[in-house]
């Protein structure tokens, strides 16, 4: 079946750095969304994005739709205590259901 | 507007025994899907409903694990008997439509606070 991979697998970063993390397929997907889960919490959808091609942001979060369509990036500005967390990414087709990856764990040193 | 809602929040059980969990999607919604994330995984499909109909279930452990979403509207995820391995934690989610959508507000899913389920 369709798998996703994210890097890195984890990463600390201090306060107010910017951060980057990615996701792959092997197969092409039609919508990438991009969630964060918190310790004891369900996942929080943060940016959906439906063109290849296409950067959407979300305050100080910003994603991309790789052109490939088999690809998407997260980064995330000037980075603050309460972004710790998993990112986890998402991808979809239309009468497909969504195809999560083992996610990215955010720590934030202060 | 009120997100998906799920109960319990945490249930202790040991091999063998049953357990249930029930989700309240968000109102209007037409998808619903379960999902198990095992620690340290994202989450894994286990069965996915469009209004009270099964269209996927392809993930799910049907000698133990059952699913039913009767009037369309909330579900529950039974577990009969369950094994050690089951130990995970059950999110649900909803969305206005899943298969066939073209629409973007249409594929977007919201997730509950889910169930940690450890089975001992």
């Known amino acids: 079946g369709q798998q996703l991979n994210q890097s890195p697998q984890s990463m600390f970063i201090q306060e107010g750095e910017d951060v980057s993390m990615n996701c792959t397929s092997s197969?092409?997907?039609?919508?990438w969304l991009w969630y964060k889960q918190e310790p004891g919490e369900g996942p929080v959808l943060l940016i959906a994005?439906?063109?290849?091609?296409e950067l959407t942001s979300n305050g100080r979060l910003t994603a991309q739709f790789g052109i490939t369509r088999k690809d998407s990036f997260l980064n995330i500005s000037a980075s603050i205590p309460s972004d710790v967390g998993i990112y986890f990414c998402?991808?979809?087709?239309?009468?497909?259901?969504?195809?999560f990856g083992p996610g990215t764990r955010l720590s934030v040193l202060p | 507007e009120a997100g998906v809602a799920q109960s319990p929040r945490y249930k202790i059980i040991e091999k063998r025994q049953s357990v249930a969990f029930w989700c309240n999607p968000i109102?209007?919604?037409?998808?619903l899907y379960w999902y198990q994330q095992i620690l340290g995984q994202g989450p894994k499909l286990l069965i996915q409903?469009?209004?009270?109909?099964?269209?996927?279930d392809s993930q799910l452990p049907k000698d133990r694990f059952s699913a039913e979403r009767l009037k369309g509207v909330d579900s529950t995820l039974k577990i009969q008997p369950a094994k050690l391995e089951d130990s995970a934690v059950y999110l649900c989610?909803?969305?206005?439509?899943?298969?066939?959508?073209?629409?973007?507000?249409?594929?977007?899913?919201?997730f509950g606070q889910g169930t940690r389920l450890t089975v001992v």
């Open positions: 989610a909803s969305s206005l439509a899943g298969t066939g959508a073209s629409s973007k507000v249409n594929t977007e899913a919201f």
């Open positions: 197969s092409i997907f039609n919508t």
């Open positions: 994005l439906y063109k290849a091609g």
């Open positions: 998402a991808g979809y087709n239309y009468g497909q259901n969504f195809v």
């Open positions: 109102s209007g919604h037409a998808t």
């Open positions: 409903f469009q209004n009270n109909g099964v269209v996927d």
